[in-house]
């Protein structure tokens, strides 16, 4: 019996070795009759690289850089200027609008300010220190909030005081 079954699938096995190329050269037409063709693609126009000629004034793709303000503080001695000669403060490399007031430490009159810097790390803030571009001392710290007195250029080299506060933010 299992010499017959062995007989009758090598049979059947060899029956299926028949030249089969009349059915691979069918499916390979069709299959090309039926292809989309690709769309051609869209020319694309030649680039031309334009510089960047205003050489005078900042350019406008790199940071602005704390030293050339210290240069305008240097050049007029006869208006109200900010002291360039104090330690600097953490804080000062980040603009108000990247520091967020997160809460207070102390009682009375002797209350801390706490604040997060954009890079996520906590400080602690009180009177008189500074904080923001602008040369922003702290002039006082309650619970809600942190009055800072901001030095902003005029543009002539002479500076003016302006009155800026971070405010507590719940959440």
Not at 21 to 36: G, L
Not at 80 to 90: G, K, N
Request: glycine share 8%; proline share 8%.
């Amino acid at each position: 019996m299992k010499r017959l079954l062995m007989i009758v699938a090598v049979c059947f096995i060899g029956g299926c070795a028949d030249d089969l190329a009349d059915v691979k050269q069918f499916v390979k037409n069709t299959q090309e009759a039926y292809r989309p063709k690709p769309e051609p693609l869209p020319e694309v126009p030649d680039f031309t690289h334009i510089p960047y000629t205003a050489k005078v004034v900042r350019s406008p793709f790199v940071e602005p850089v704390p030293e050339l303000i210290e240069v305008q503080v240097a050049q007029r001695k006869d208006c109200l200027t900010p002291r360039i000669d104090r330690p600097r403060h953490p804080l000062e490399s980040f603009a108000l609008d990247d520091i967020t007031m997160r809460g207070t430490m102390g009682a009375g009159s002797d209350i801390l300010g706490l604040v997060q810097a954009n890079g996520g790390k906590v400080y602690q803030i009180q009177v008189n220190d500074y904080m923001g571009l602008f040369h922003g001392r702290v002039v006082a710290v309650s619970n809600g909030q942190i009055l800072i007195e901001e030095m902003v250029p005029e543009g002539d080299g002479c500076w003016e005081k302006r009155m800026n506060k971070l405010e507590l933010i719940s959440g």
